[in-house]
């Protein structure tokens, strides 16, 4: 008597699931290597091939046009305005440096002529009381000669001591002129004795 065939088994929900899965796996890397086989074909990358240089030129033209926009019309003014605003203070720093040597030199000129018309009056006054001294000596002694022969040894003593005060009186203004002068060189007063000290040294 022979066997009775045995009933298939069926086929549980999992291993169905898993098989579906296995046959899309070999199906993706079937289509990617396809597709790469394509893109080799076709020569590598896209950006290489002369049918997108149109794009890509437009691309580069809008990107150029966008970044000439911005430098001329943001960056470079401003650029500009830095450079003309830091030559405008160079050129304001020097004008005024040079004014100001101008008036320094102008000062220093009108001080030095000062202080030479000052020196050229004390010598003129000084000169002027010496001559008004020699001549009110040469006067006294002609006198006193005139008058009386034998006194001419005390004629002589008192035209000395003319002369002795006409040289103290040329002396004070001297002092007075030298003070005059200082101060209005420096704008500080200074005393008599400062003053004859100076001389003396």
Do not use: C
């Not at 074909?41 to 030129?57: S, T, V």
């Not at 000129?109 to 000062?114: D, G, L």
């Amino acid at each position: 008597m022979a066997d009775a065939p045995t009933p298939a088994t069926p086929a549980s929900p999992y291993t169905v699931e898993r098989a579906a899965e296995k046959d899309a796996a070999t199906l993706g890397q079937k289509t990617n290597s396809a597709t790469a086989t394509a893109q080799e074909a076709q020569g590598g990358l896209p950006q290489f091939e002369f049918q997108h240089w149109a794009g890509q030129i437009g691309y580069l033209l809008i990107l150029f046009a966008i970044l000439y926009l911005l430098m001329s019309k943001v960056f470079a003014p401003r650029i500009r305005k830095i450079f003309d605003e830091r030559e405008a203070a160079i050129g304001s720093a020097i004008a005024s440096a040079k004014q100001v040597q101008k008036e320094a030199a102008a000062e220093a000129e009108a001080s030095k002529k000062a202080l030479a018309e000052a020196r050229a009056q004390a010598q003129k006054t000084a000169l002027d009381a010496k001559a008004k001294a020699d001549a009110q000596a040469l006067e006294r002694q002609a006198a006193e000669e005139a008058k009386l022969n034998a006194r001419l040894a005390a004629a002589e003593s008192e035209i000395r001591a003319a002369r002795d005060q006409a040289m103290t009186n040329v002396s004070a203004i001297a002092v007075e002129t030298a003070q005059a002068i200082v101060e209005k060189l420096t704008g500080e007063a200074v005393t008599a004795a400062a003053v004859q000290a100076a001389v003396k040294g």
